[in-house]
């Protein structure tokens, strides 16, 4: 069975930085695309970026030009690096991994890992 973990998250203080990680894995795991979401109590999940194996990537606007997603393609590993980290992205941060598994395309996500931002 595909399993996708993060790993990373922890306690940062306003201004600062952290980068959070996920790794797929699986046997016979085609891996189209990869991203992150993000949610908070009392909230929707909400998107935050995502990469496609040829590289193109998207995000929020709210976190262009604080957050980067990529990828490395040897092991399907996404990493998202979070700069000029505010209150309001605290949130618990899922990562998905879309691809194949035999004949089926579906959606795998994680449990999460929580990141906390605060003095």
């Known amino acids: 069975q595909v399993q996708v973990v993060e790993s990373g998250g922890g306690l940062v203080q306003p201004g600062g930085s952290l980068r959070i990680s996920c790794a797929p894995s699986?046997?016979?795991?085609?891996?189209?695309?990869m991203g992150w979401y993000r949610q908070v109590p009392g909230k929707e999940r909400e998107f935050v970026a995502d990469?496609?194996?040829?590289?193109?990537?998207k995000y929020a606007d709210s976190v262009k030009g604080r957050f980067t997603i990529s990828r490395d393609n040897t092991n399907n590993t996404a990493y998202l690096q979070m700069s000029s980290l505010q209150p309001d992205d605290t949130a618990v941060y899922y990562c998905?991994?879309?691809?194949?598994?035999?004949?089926?395309?579906?959606?795998?996500w994680g449990r999460g890992t929580q990141v906390t931002v605060s003095s």
């Open positions: 990469i496609i194996t040829g590289g193109n990537t």
């Open positions: 998905y991994a879309y691809g194949r598994l035999g004949v089926l395309r579906k959606t795998y």
């Open positions: 699986g046997s016979i795991f085609s891996v189209d695309a």
